[in-house]
């Protein structure tokens, strides 16, 4: 047992010190320089509570963090159900089905900002072209308004998100008893049937791990957003990773900004264990 166990812990000490020095050591020096005037060189005055004080009178900081929650909720929402209907299109006994499940992964491959700049083009080119060949002005000018923003970063990451989460959903549709559905189909029941009353219950924890990833990828957006939409116009679109990385490096408020993204932080872990929570005890309801 003592050998078992030393070898665990060497296997384990490099995952650890590498979270440790990453992670946990930045962490500490971050929550400890959001309370004084830290620079980004040094830090000369202990500030205390000033700067959280004044990030919740930040309109700006504010704006960014409900455009975000918006943004979180409708991806959420598009991302797990294009998910789930790709998941049950490619569990079914078709010849293609793996070719179709290599086609609907490979989005997640591809870089955030190479997402971007390929969906800017899509939007702004090649809807402005089908808009002027069919005489549909509402495809014309896409990025250019806040709700176009909004939608179009929304797209862009159900695009990309969706083949993830749908290999997530394979993996416990494959282990459903197949007898269950079997039985369900005797004695009576329709599709939507077997699918609410046992389908839907039998993957309710792959449900709870989609929804937390998609939730804090959501939440933590910034490359398809620097390269889709910059923010712009005039900051309707820019999300609260941005509007944290724009106060640290372009107004140059590194302390101001490490607080903003403390209270980041707390936000997003609050969000992430309150929903998986109230999820796993869903799972045993039903």
């Known amino acids: ?23 946990i050591i930045p962490f500490i020096f971050g929550l400890y320089y959001s309370f004084t005037d830290w620079n980004g060189i040094q830090s000369t005055q202990f500030v205390g509570l000033k700067h959280y004080m004044e ?7 504010l704006n960014s963090l409900w455009f975000t929650v918006k943004f979180s909720v409708a991806s959420v929402i598009f991302i797990n159900v294009l998910g789930l209907t790709l998941a049950l299109i490619v569990t079914q006994k078709m010849k ?20 971007g700049f390929i969906w800017q083009f899509i939007f702004i080119k090649v809807f402005a072209s089908i808009g002027d060949l069919l005489n ?21 990451m159900s695009w990309q998100m969706a083949g993830y989460i749908m290999v997530i959903y394979i993996a416990y549709l494959e282990n459903i008893p197949q007898e269950l559905l079997e039985a369900a189909e005797i004695d009576g029941a329709n599709s939507f049937q077997r699918f609410r009353h046992i389908t839907f219950p039998l993957v309710a924890p792959a449900f709870t791990v989609s929804l937390f990833l998609t939730l804090s990828n959501s939440f933590k957006l910034y490359d398809q957003n620097l390269s889709l939409t910059g923010g712009g116009p005039y900051n309707s679109t820019q999300m609260l ?3 944290i990385f724009k106060t640290a490096f372009s107004e140059n408020q590194m302390a101001y900004a ?20 109230f999820n796993k005890k869903r799972e045993v309801e039903m």
């Open 241 to 243: 990773a941005m509007e």
């Open 96 to 115: 293609t089905s793996k070719i179709l499940r290599t086609i609907f992964f490979m989005p997640n491959l591809i870089g955030g900002l190479i997402l």
């Open 136 to 156: 549909i002005e509402s495809l014309k000018g896409w990025l250019s308004t806040p709700e176009t923003g909004f939608w179009g970063l929304v797209i862009l």
């Open 1 to 23: 047992m003592k050998k078992q166990t030393l070898w665990y812990w060497l296997f384990l000490a490099p995952v650890l010190i590498a979270l440790t020095v990453v992670v």
């Open 55 to 61: 990030v919740f009178q930040d309109k700006e900081f």
């Open 258 to 277: 490490q607080s903003k993204a403390i209270i980041f932080f707390i936000i997003v872990a609050i969000i992430s264990l309150t929903q998986v929570y």
